[in-house]
């Protein structure tokens, strides 16, 4: 398993654009799943996409169109490029690995996004 620590996050205005790092301490090549969850105040986490080891991504459909997860293995880094930012999408990110087995996943401590004007 690894440990995660997520960077980029910050306060942006309406329309602005972020992009989200997530660094793991070892390998990511053969992690099943790399993801970003997003949690606003007084809501539950939620899954905002995901990159799967065939490098097929899923997202959430309040993103569609906006938000593009990518992977980059020789650096160990998950990436979450965000445009087109909009005032529902300020909450704490967090980075997760997801094994599919018996263990448990590993999280970020969560970098906070805030987008208003």
């Known amino acids: 398993q690894v440990q995660l620590v997520e960077s980029g996050g910050g306060l942006v205005q309406p329309g602005g654009s972020l992009r989200l790092s997530c660094a793991a301490s070892?390998?990511?090549?053969?992690?099943?799943?790399m993801g970003w969850y997003r949690q606003a105040a007084g809501k539950q986490r939620e899954l905002v996409a995901r990159?799967?080891?065939?490098?097929?991504?899923i997202s959430a459909d309040s993103v569609k169109g906006r938000f593009t997860i990518s992977r980059d293995n020789a650096k160990n880094t998950v990436y979450l490029q965000m445009n087109n930012l909009k005032p529902d999408d300020t909450g704490v990110y967090y980075c997760?690995?997801?094994?599919?087995?018996?263990?448990?996943?590993?999280w970020g401590q969560g970098t906070q996004v805030t987008v208003s004007s």
């Open positions: 997760n690995a997801r094994y599919f087995d018996n263990r448990a996943d590993d």
């Open positions: 990159i799967f080891s065939s490098d097929t991504t």
């Open positions: 070892g390998s990511i090549f053969s992690i099943p799943a």
